[in-house]
């Protein structure tokens, strides 16, 4: 039984073909390509507010300079917020929820950050490195520390997202699985365990977003 539990985690495969592909490929499709003829409807306007507020909330924080990685980043920002959405409905597949995914798309963006640091401001990014105000005979030790820290800091960041997904899912299908099975015995704790449910539900549709 709790086997079954842990299985809506592994990759499905249909005929030997593994679903993340069709899974990671879906958000895409969600979007409508423009051209010529395209007549603005309802959707396409509340999608483009979406990505237009989503990209304005990205882009405050940085100088015009930064503002050249506003495409990757609100891409990023919409196909994580789809995939994670896409993954709270019954039978379906997480992608977020597979380390080797997180940790692939964290690696990347991290170096692009530290190279970027490093080569536009190298004084400031080094000196994140060591705090202001700190006693000689510490600065050894804390250099290393902090080195250490912005090293392991994709892993541990790739490993607590993955870590969350993970466990949101599986409190969701334990509850779920509770609520059917006690529905037939005690209806008023299968009530209540429904209601435990939905703000749960509602809790992971947040961490989803977030």
Known sequence: ???????????????????????????????????????????????????????KQLMIPLNKKGHKWALILSSLMIFLLSINLLGLLPYTFTPTTQLSMNLALAFPLWLATLLTGLRNQPSTSLGHLLPEGTPTPLIPALIMIETTSLLI???????????????GHLLIQLISTATAVLFSIMPAISALTACVLLLLTILEVAVAMI
């Open 153 to 167: 800091r994709p892993l541990a960041l790739g490993v607590r997202l993955t870590a969350n997904l993970t466990a």
């Open 1 to 55: 039984m709790n086997l079954s539990f842990f299985d809506q985690f592994m990759s499905p495969h249909l005929l030997g073909i593994p679903l993340i592909l069709i899974s990671l490929l879906f958000p895409a499709l969600l979007l409508p390509s423009p051209h010529n003829r395209w007549i603005t409807n309802r959707t396409s306007t509340l999608q483009s507010w979406f990505i237009y507020m989503i990209t």
